[in-house]
Structure formats: structure tokens, C-alpha cells
């Protein structure tokens, strides 16, 4: 029996199989073929370009000129020395420091910092003044000055001395910064007499003017009558003040018992909001208001008054004429009752009511409202702080007669009020010491 072969698996497949391998190869090279990237190289062979020499016109050159702007070199300005004015070439005078810019300097007075006016300062330091040997700080002076008969009395030094006083306080007023604002008034039992209305600078036309104001007051003459002297001798310019300036507890004036003397010239400074003030003066004055009714006297009182003023006017004529003779001033006395008093010093006087006499306390206290009422008006300019606080100075030069000196009373007002008013008090006794004070007099 024969045997059968078995046919084997390719065997009966061959065909199929060897189209399964082709497409097996096939796919094999198609992925093959797949995994190269044809890449093509171009080259380029780089050009060259010969230049031909064109020839071209030529334009010259501009020289280029740039504008320079030369800076001018600004001079910086020069600060001016603020002045103190009393110059005694014989005494060694104190350091006078330039002004610096370091805000408002204040003068005297009650507390703060000063300026121009109620609303502000220019900011340097302020400039000192000295009259008759005191001394203060301000930019705006009040120079007030007493032409009472009490100024020329003979103790003091007569109308001679006043000539002195007058004279020196013109020279002061010249030797102001031109930067100064000052004022000056002259004032005497009942009336004050102001040359400017307002606060000026220190330029010479202004000061020129003082000097002719000031030339004929009291002026010693050939001649002259013993009534002479006064407000009423002042030079041309001026006008009187009618102002009361009653503040506090000072009530306005009864004509003829009381009057404000310096009083009312130091409240013309305060509303001009003066940072210092100068009172020259010999007397304290009558500040005082009536409390009742005087008594009144029978005729034959009246008739031995009068007898008695008859007679000491001819006695003070007697001895005019005899210091005429002798090219001497006359001799100054005040009214009825100074003629009186000074020849019969031991003559009833007509009877006068109760007075209430302003302390000096209460005069201070007017003058600082006063000067806070006006500040408070005053318009704050543009540019300027107005001032927190107020800086203001009241300084007084007493002039006392030799024999006796200035009275204890007057001294204790006058050193209370300066004080008051952050001041200074200068008491200056007979002739020769008022000499021996002005500037340029040798010690």
C-alpha cells in the first residue's frame, strides 16, 4: 500500500505566499523610501559688478556754524548793611552783622515775629536804631518828639538843650536805611502833629523834609517872644491828629482838664503798626478822666487868682528882658499855671474835681489793643505770611532838669510801661549830659 505524502502547507500555497512576501518587501521599501528627503543644492556663484568711474561736479563744503549761547554771569546782589545810627568815631562800636536769610527778626515788644506792616516781613534781619543810647530793632521807626515848655526848661538846659535834641534827632533820621519806613511827630500838652499820614522810606527827599519841618521848632532868635515855641512854630507840612484813641479803660478826653499827651503820638504809632518807637519827652503827663464835679469859688478867690497871674507875668516879663539884653532865649513857661507856680509857689490854686489817673498799666494795655485792632484790618498780601504774632517796641528818653532829676513817680510809670512794652527806659539829667549823649561826642 502506498504511502500518501502529505502536502505541506506552502506547498499548496506557494502562489499566495509569494504574493504576500512581495508586498511585504514592497511595503517595506516604500517605507524605506519614505524615511529619505530628497534634497537639492543649488549653487550660486556669486556676482561681481566692475564700477566705472563717472565723473560727477563737486560742491564745496559749507563750514556748519552752530549758535552758542554765551550766559551772561549775573552779578548776585549785594546786601545792603542795615545801619545802626548813632556813629561815635571815639567809642568802639558793636559788630553790625549783615542781614541773613533766615525769616523775620522781630523787634521789642509782646511776642513773635515782625515784618512789613501788619502782613508780613521781607525776611532779613532787622535793622537797629540807636537814639540818645537805646537801642532797638525794626524796619518801620516812629520817632516822636515832646515840644512842651517842660523840654526848655532852665534845669534842663533851656531852649539851647532843645536845639541839641532837635538837631541830633535829624541827623538820626538821616543816617536811616533808605529801606526804612519811619514817621515823625511832635507832640506837647495837648496836641500832636504828624509830618507824614502814613509810613515813608528814608530816601533823601523824604529826609530833607524832616529837616525843614524840625528847622523852626523852638528855634532860639534874635528877639524872639516867650511864647514862641510849640507845634505851632513847626515848619511847613503836617497835620494835626484829632484822633481820641480811647481804649480800655481810658474814656475820651475832657477838654481843657486832661489830655493824652505822649499817649496819643504812641497810638499813631501803633495804628501805623511802628516796630519801634522813641519818645522823647520831659514829662509824664495828665492822663486822667474827671470823677465828679469841681467846687466852685466865690468872686474874691477868682480876684486873688488873677492878681496873682498879673503879677508873675510881669515878673517872667522882667526877666526875658533882662536874658534879651544878654542874647539869651527866653525864659519858657507853660500857662497860667506854670507862671504861677514858678514865681508864687505857694498860691491856692482854683479847686479842680476828683481825678481817676490812668496807671501806666492801663495806658500799655490801650496801646496793645489799639495795635491789634488795626493789625487785624490790614490785608495780607500775596507773597507774605501775615504775622502769627506781634513784635513791637516802646522805648522813652527822659529829659530831667539837673537840680532835681526826674521824680520817682514818672520813673516808676515810665519803667513800667517800656516794660509793658518790651522798651527801654533812659533818663538824660541837664545840658551837659545831653551834650555828652548825641553822636560823635567825645566820653
Not at 482838664?257 to 522823647?280: I, K
Not at 492822663?287 to 508873675?312: F, L, P, T, Y
Not at 491789634?372 to 506781634?390: M, Y
Not at 538824660?428 to 549830659?433: D, K, P, R
Request: with cysteine; aromatic share 8%; hydrophobic share 35%.
Amino acid at each position: 500500500m502506498e504511502t500518501k505524502r502529505k502536502k505541506r502547507f506552502f506547498t499548496s500555497h506557494s502562489k499566495s505566499s509569494a504574493m504576500v512576501v512581495s508586498l511585504a518587501l514592497h511595503a517595506i521599501l516604500a517605507v524605506v523610501a519614505l524615511s529619505f528627503v530628497a534634497v537639492t543644492v543649488i549653487t550660486k556663484d556669486d556676482q561681481n559688478f566692475e564700477s566705472k568711474q563717472v565723473a560727477r561736479p563737486r560742491m564745496p563744503a559749507k563750514k556748519l556754524q552752530v549758535p552758542v549761547k554765551i550766559k551772561k554771569k549775573q552779578r548776585r546782589p549785594k546786601l545792603r548793611q542795615r545801619i545802626v545810627v548813632k556813629q561815635n568815631i571815639n567809642r568802639n562800636m558793636p559788630d553790625i552783622k549783615m542781614p541773613e536769610i533766615s525769616g523775620i527778626k522781630g523787634g521789642i515788644g509782646a511776642t513773635g515775629d515782625a515784618g512789613l506792616g501788619g502782613a508780613g516781613g521781607v525776611g532779613f534781619s532787622m535793622p537797629e536804631i540807636e537814639v540818645f543810647g537805646v537801642r532797638s530793632k525794626g524796619e518801620k521807626v516812629f520817632l516822636a518828639l515832646d515840644s512842651d515848655a517842660r523840654m526848655m526848661r532852665d534845669e534842663v538846659g533851656g531852649m539851647r538843650a532843645y536845639t541839641i535834641i532837635k538837631e541830633e534827632l535829624s541827623k538820626i533820621v538821616e543816617g536811616l536805611s533808605p529801606t526804612t519806613l519811619f514817621n515823625v511827630a511832635v507832640f506837647d500838652h495837648h496836641n500832636t502833629t504828624m509830618l507824614f499820614p502814613r509810613m515813608v522810606p528814608a530816601t533823601r527827599e523824604n529826609v530833607v523834609r524832616v529837616e525843614k519841618w524840625l528847622d523852626p521848632l523852638n528855634k532860639v532868635r534874635a528877639g524872639m517872644s516867650d511864647t514862641a515855641y510849640g507845634p505851632l512854630t513847626l515848619g511847613p507840612g503836617g497835620s494835626e491828629v484829632f484822633d481820641d484813641f480811647a481804649r480800655g479803660k481810658l474814656q475820651p478826653v475832657e477838654w481843657p482838664g486832661s489830655a493824652r499827651y505822649w499817649y496819643t503820638t504812641s497810638a499813631v504809632a501803633m495804628e501805623q503798626q511802628a516796630d519801634t518807637v522813641f519818645l522823647l519827652t520831659g514829662w509824664w503827663g495828665v492822663h486822667r478822666h474827671a470823677k465828679g464835679v469841681r467846687k466852685e469859688w466865690n468872686q474874691s478867690n477868682w480876684d486873688r487868682w488873677n492878681e496873682k497871674i498879673r503879677k508873675a507875668k510881669e515878673l517872667h516879663k522882667k526877666e526875658n528882658d533882662r536874658r534879651a539884653k544878654k542874647g539869651e532865649p527866653p525864659q519858657v513857661l507853660r500857662g497860667d499855671y506854670d507862671l504861677v507856680g514858678t514865681y508864687f509857689p505857694n498860691a491856692e490854686f482854683p479847686p479842680e474835681p476828683e481825678w481817676y489817673y490812668y496807671t501806666s498799666r492801663e495806658l500799655a494795655k490801650a496801646l496793645h489793643a489799639l495795635r491789634k485792632e488795626t493789625a487785624s484790618k490790614l490785608p495780607v498780601k500775596s507773597g507774605l505770611t501775615k504775622k502769627k504774632n506781634d513784635r513791637f517796641s516802646v522805648n522813652v528818653v527822659f529829659f530831667a532838669p539837673k537840680n532835681t532829676g526826674i521824680s520817682d513817680v514818672e520813673k516808676e510809670h515810665f519803667r513800667t510801661l517800656t516794660s509793658l512794652c518790651n522798651g527801654e527806659l533812659r533818663v538824660i539829667t541837664g545840658l551837659e549830659a545831653i551834650k555828652s549823649s548825641i553822636s560823635g561826642a567825645e566820653e
